[in-house]
Each structure stands twice: as C-alpha cells, then as structure tokens.
C-alpha cells in the first residue's frame, strides 16, 4: 500500500509575535481613551471661560433676588487687617489664551479680615444704595437721619429762688402783664455789672413804669435799698444804676400834678471838672460831692452853663434847682443868677431856648453878705444843710438828720439863697453825733 505523503508542518507561531500585536492593541486603545479625554477637557475649558466672560460683563445677582426688583447691595464688614501680614496686591484681570488652562478651584469665601486693599466697603444703611455705584468709590456715604428734640423746659433759676423767698424777684425780671417791661429785661440785665460788687444775694422789686417815659427797677442787696435801676421805654435808652443819693436828687424835679418827667431819661454818666453828673435826654443832674445832694441843670439853663464852661467857668456850680418867682424864675449858681422871665410853668420853661436865659452875676453888695452862721442849718429851697463850728456846711439827707442837729445840737435854722450858702464850703454828709450817756 502506498504511502500517503506527509502534511506539510505549519510552525506555531512565536511568543515575540504574540507580545507584538497585545502592544499594537494596547497602543490604540490608550491613543483612544487620549482622544476622548482631550475632546472632554476642551469642552470644559470652552464653559469656564464663557462662564468667566458673563461674570465680567453682567453683575450676579443674589439667588435670594427676584427678577425686577432692585438690588440691595450685599456687603461685609471689616475689620481690622492684621499688621503682621502685609496686603498683597490683586493683580488686574487678563483676558486668558483659549490654550491656557483656567484655574478650576477659587479660594472659600471666609468672614476673617482681609487686607485693607483687599476689604469689602462698610455697610450701608439699608434705605439708602451706595451712591457711588459698582463702579464708584469703594467708601459708600452714610446718611444719619437726625432727629429734633422737643426743647427741654427752664424752670426758676437758683437765684429766682432765693429772691422769690425774700418777696422779691430777680434783676431784669418784670411786673407781670407788662409788656414794655418784658422787652426791656434783657437791658435791666445787662446793667446788673453796674452794681456795687458784693457776696450778698442781689434782688429787686419787678421791673415797672415810672412817669411817661421811664422804666425802673429798685434794688436791694442782703435786703437792703442799693439804688435803682432807671432806663427808657424805648430799646435805644440804656439802663443806669443809680444811688439812692443819685435817684433822690433825680426825683426832685418831679411835678405832682403830671407825669411829665422833667429831668429826662438817662442816658450816661460824665465827669466835667472833678463832678460827677448823670446826663438826661434833657439835661442833667449835677452832684456837688458824690455823696451830697444833686441839682438838675434843664433845656436851655443846660446849654447856657456848658457854654459858659460848665463848672470850671463863672458861673460855678448850681446852688439849686430852678424855682418861679413873680418874675418869671430862676436858679441859683455859686456866682450868680440864671434868670428866665416871662415863663409861668414849668412846662413852658422847659420850652425856652439858651437864648431866653439871663446871667446875672453877684453884685457888689451881695459878695458883703456874710456866709451862713456857724452851728445853723442852712435852708435853700427844701435843701438843708449842717454848718458847723468851723463854717463847713454838711448835708442833712433825713429827717432824723435834721431834727439831730436841730434839737439835740441846738443849730439854729435860717432859710437863704443858694449862692449865699455856697460861700460856706460843702463837707461830708452829716452825721448825728452819739449821745452822751445820761
């Protein structure tokens, strides 16, 4: 039997071969998988810079915001930054290349402190936006909305108090009801620094009218009369302190029959040779001494005597106030008669210009009368006066005075002119000497 030829051996296939075409498989698997993450990253990068864009061109809005209603802008409050750390500067924004990677994490919102440079503005008021807008300042203005108070009421101060206690009321403080008194109270105040200086509680009768054009207030220290306050009526009057010697001789010339106030409204206080005077809208009150007995110099009789030189001129000091006589009237002066005739009325004096007045000088036979006698009192229109033993005569500004040296002295009482009783020089008030022990 024939043999049958052999089959031909295929050789198996090696192990090199076998690894060969695992790694070829492998490969495009891994050039697959590259691919498919490569089309992933782009998509994603492609988001975040949209995403980026938007952000920079449109503001966010709160997720708690409804559409179409306005934004309350949403802050925090900083504090302090940290001295030891200091701030960076944030570098500005970059448009970034498509083939830059983004960063794909930000840093977690925190409520610590930040950098100054870096610190979100202080808080609004929540009624009011910022002002400055998104792209304004970073310090927003904040509006504080002040209230007014209801004024506080002032009740009595201390010292109205303590005068109220006395019966009495404050300086400047008017009679209820006056209303000329109440416009004045601020004037009568102010002259309160014209008053003698004291410790003790200074208090007053209310602010009043006094004659047609005066307003008055009478003061008292410790309880006791220190003068008067005297102004106008009017706001351009100023208010004078007056002493009780000053307001007397003021109130000498003041009619019984009118409240006409002849001797005018104060005006100020002027010194001419040594003498004191209180000038009036109508002239003024000449007071020999300071503590003596003052006359009025009026109207026209004023404007002849400072013509003349006032009381260093020739005609000296006013003796007296000016008294009718069938003539007409008349004052005395220390050298002389300033005579007015013709008038029958005070009024109708007060009328009468310079011109009207006559100067008559002592005569001859007038210098030979004998000065006022030693140990008398001297009498010169309602005006007393003390001589004493040495011939200086002393005024008498009681009645207690008077009777003193008329009865318990034994002077003896002679009525004469006011020039006479000038030649007697004018002293100290009178005193009431002590009486001897029985």
Excluded at 79 to 91: H, Q
Excluded at 361 to 382: F, K, M, R, V, Y
Aim: glycine share 8%; with cysteine.
């Amino acid at each position: 039997m024939p043999l049958n030829p052999p089959e031909p051996v295929v050789p198996a296939p090696s192990t090199v071969a076998r690894a060969v075409v695992v790694g070829i498989a492998v490969v495009a698997l891994l050039f697959a998988i590259a691919m498919v993450a490569r089309s992933g990253n782009s998509k994603a990068r492609n988001r975040v810079e949209t995403a980026a864009g938007d952000d920079q061109a449109t503001p966010k809005q709160p997720p708690n915001q409804r559409p179409g209603r306005p934004t309350v802008p949403q802050v925090t409050v900083p504090t302090e930054p940290t001295p030891s750390a200091p701030a960076k500067p944030t570098p500005p924004p970059t448009n970034r290349s498509p083939n830059t990677n983004p960063p794909l994490a930000t840093a977690p919102i925190s409520n610590t402190a930040r950098p100054a440079d870096a610190a979100a503005p202080s808080r609004p008021t929540a009624a009011t936006p910022d002002p400055a807008g998104p792209s304004g300042s970073t310090e927003p203005t904040v509006f504080i909305e002040l209230t007014e108070e209801p004024p506080i009421p002032i009740g009595p101060t201390d010292e109205q108090k303590r005068c109220a206690n006395l019966g009495l009321v404050a300086i400047g403080d008017p009679a209820p009801g006056d209303d000329a008194a109440e416009a004045a109270k601020a004037r009568f105040r102010s002259a309160m620094a014209q008053i003698p200086p004291t410790d003790e509680l200074v208090c007053g009768k209310p602010v009043a009218r006094y004659l047609d054009d005066l307003l008055i207030q009478r003061v008292q220290v410790a309880g006791m009369p220190t003068g008067i306050l005297v102004g106008g009526t009017t706001a351009s009057h100023p208010v004078l302190w007056l002493s009780e010697v000053e307001w007397t001789s003021y109130k000498r010339m003041e009619p019984a029959e009118t409240t006409h106030n002849f001797t005018g409204v104060p005006v100020e206080r002027m010194t001419i040779g040594g003498h004191q005077m209180i000038r009036t809208s109508r002239g003024a009150v000449v007071m020999v001494r300071a503590d003596s007995w003052g006359h009025t110099v009026m109207s026209g009789a004023w404007d002849v005597w400072m013509a003349s030189g006032g009381p260093t001129g020739p005609m000296g000091l006013p003796e007296g106030i000016a008294i009718k006589d069938p003539e007409g009237a008349h004052q005395d002066f220390t050298n002389g008669v300033l005579k007015l005739p013709g008038v029958t009325s005070k009024l109708e004096a007060e009328a009468m210009p310079a011109s009207r007045y006559v100067w008559s000088p002592i005569t001859a036979e007038q210098l030979l009368t004998p000065p006022p006698a030693p140990h008398s009192i001297a009498d010169i229109d309602g005006v007393s006066y003390y001589v004493d033993r040495s011939g200086v005569r002393h005024w008498l500004d009681s009645t207690s005075a008077w009777s003193c040296a008329r009865y318990d002295l034994g002077a003896a009482h002679i009525v004469m002119r006011g020039w006479q009783a000038a030649r007697a020089p004018l002293g100290a008030v009178f005193t009431c000497p002590p009486k001897p022990p029985a």
